[in-house]
């Protein structure tokens, strides 16, 4: 009996770290692009009104919150590559349900998102920490 409980522990343990939100890398090199970026997520659809994202890019790793009405959302992830294009994912504990396509300058970003439900336009400015 102590076999299948710890077996079931051990499952349960590696589906968590899985399915857990995304974590930034320990090392790396810095990009032009790491610091602290928010904004919005603006629609044309009344279901996704009021949609903000704050994220910290670091080692060209972006990792942040997607929220609704001030209230946490999502999580919003992926990598900025040496052009400044980031193609991130938005969900929960890992799975994605909706998607960014943002392009990086020095202190703004600005791209479009879609989702099952919208689609809209991203406009982020790099923010002190």
């Known amino acids: 009996m102590k076999k299948t409980i710890c077996s079931v522990v051990a499952i349960s343990t590696l589906f968590l770290s899985a399915c857990s939100s995304p974590k930034f ?3 790396g090199v810095v990009s032009q692009y790491d610091g602290h970026w ?3 997520l603006n629609s044309k659809d ?5 949609i903000t994202v704050e ?3 670091r080692y060209g790793f972006a990792s942040g919150t ?3 009405s001030g209230a946490v959302f999502a999580d919003v992830w992926g990598e900025v590559g040496p052009d400044g294009k980031l193609a991130a994912d938005i969900g929960k504990l890992g799975v994605s349900g909706a998607s960014a396509d943002i392009q990086f300058g020095s202190d703004a970003a600005v791209g479009s998102w879609k989702s099952k ?6 406009d982020l400015k790099k923010v002190e920490a």
């Open 25 to 27: 890398p320990e090392t």
């Open 66 to 68: 997607v929220y609704d």
């Open 38 to 40: 928010a904004g919005d």
């Open 55 to 57: 994220f910290e890019v």
């Open 46 to 50: 009344f279901r996704c009104e009021n």
């Open 117 to 122: 439900h919208c689609t809209g336009t991203a």
